[in-house]
């Protein structure tokens, strides 16, 4: 098993990443974001609660993230790992991600952080709402409020890994090749030790 956290700010790069990452080490790939923007596709009630906090850039409540996360875990009875992307986003998700690995006998065995400055940030974000309908990546303020509640909810839950000394920093500003390298550095010291 080896379970990934992949962790940064909006637009750090995360998702495309986390595709590269799926495919080399054949885990599976969770995306809270993802989950969610399927719901609102489909029109659940699920994706019609998502929606109204995700509009305005805010979290999703950690009851319902929690829930869905762990659904889509038990979804995959026989991955040989995942690469947990988005998630988790506040300490209490850490804590309840960490009981329910447990509960499987497994747990993260790494987050891996990517690293950018902010006015990188925006302007990546910006670049990609003119490129895909996502709405929360069309409007300055959106994205500023994103990184705000990353900066005051999420930049914490790093402190939750380092303290198991299971983080690693990575420069996120590259190409996407050189930093998948980077990731996969990491990585592969990972399952040498282990
Ligand atoms: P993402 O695709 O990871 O950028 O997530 C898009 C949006 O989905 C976020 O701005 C949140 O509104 C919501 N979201 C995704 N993952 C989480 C999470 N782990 N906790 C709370 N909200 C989330």
Same mark, same amino acid.
């Given at each position: 098993?080896?379970?990934?956290?992949? &962790?940064?700010?909006?637009?750090?790069?995360?998702?495309?990443?986390?595709?590269?990452?799926?495919?080399?080490?054949?885990?599976?790939?969770?995306?809270?974001?993802?989950? &969610?923007?399927?719901?609102?596709?489909?029109?659940?009630?699920?994706?019609?609660?998502?929606?109204?906090?995700?509009?305005?850039?805010?979290? =999703?409540?950690?009851?319902?993230?929690?829930?869905?996360?762990?659904?889509?875990?038990?979804?995959?009875?026989?991955?040989?790992?995942?690469? &947990?992307?988005?998630?988790?986003?506040?300490?209490?998700?850490?804590?309840?991600? +960490?009981? &329910?690995?447990?509960?499987?006998?497994?747990?993260? +065995?790494?987050?891996?952080?990517?690293?950018?400055?902010?006015?990188?940030?925006?302007?990546?974000?910006?670049?990609?709402?003119?490129?895909?309908?996502?709405?929360?990546?069309?409007?300055?303020?959106?994205?500023?409020?994103?990184?705000?509640?990353?900066?005051?909810?999420?930049?914490?839950?790093?402190?939750?890994?380092?303290?198991?000394?299971?983080?690693?920093?990575?420069?996120? =500003?590259?190409? =996407?090749?050189?930093?998948?390298?980077?990731?996969?550095?990491?990585?592969?010291?990972?399952?040498?030790?282990?």
């Amino acid at each position: 098993m080896l379970n990934i956290v992949l &962790f940064g700010p909006p637009g750090a790069g995360k998702g495309t990443q986390s595709a590269k990452l799926i495919e080399k080490y054949g885990l599976a790939h969770l995306s809270t974001g993802d989950i &969610f923007r399927a719901n609102i596709k489909g029109n659940t009630e699920l994706g019609k609660l998502a929606k109204s906090y995700m509009d305005a850039g805010n979290l =999703v409540p950690d009851e319902v993230t929690i829930q869905i996360l762990e659904s889509e875990v038990n979804k995959n009875p026989n991955a040989t790992g995942f690469i &947990f992307d988005g998630f988790p986003r506040t300490t209490p998700q850490a804590e309840a991600l +960490h009981t &329910f690995l447990k509960e499987r006998n497994t747990t993260i +065995h790494q987050m891996l952080a990517l690293n950018v400055a902010q006015e990188e940030l925006v302007k990546r974000l910006l670049l990609r709402g003119e490129q895909s309908d996502r709405p929360d990546d069309k409007d300055e303020s959106i994205i500023s409020n994103r990184i705000q509640v990353y900066n005051d909810q999420t930049a914490v839950v790093a402190d939750f890994y380092s303290a198991q000394e299971k983080f690693s920093s990575i420069n996120g =500003v590259g190409n =996407v090749d050189e930093i998948f390298a980077r990731l996969c550095q990491v990585i592969d010291s990972l399952s040498s030790n282990a």
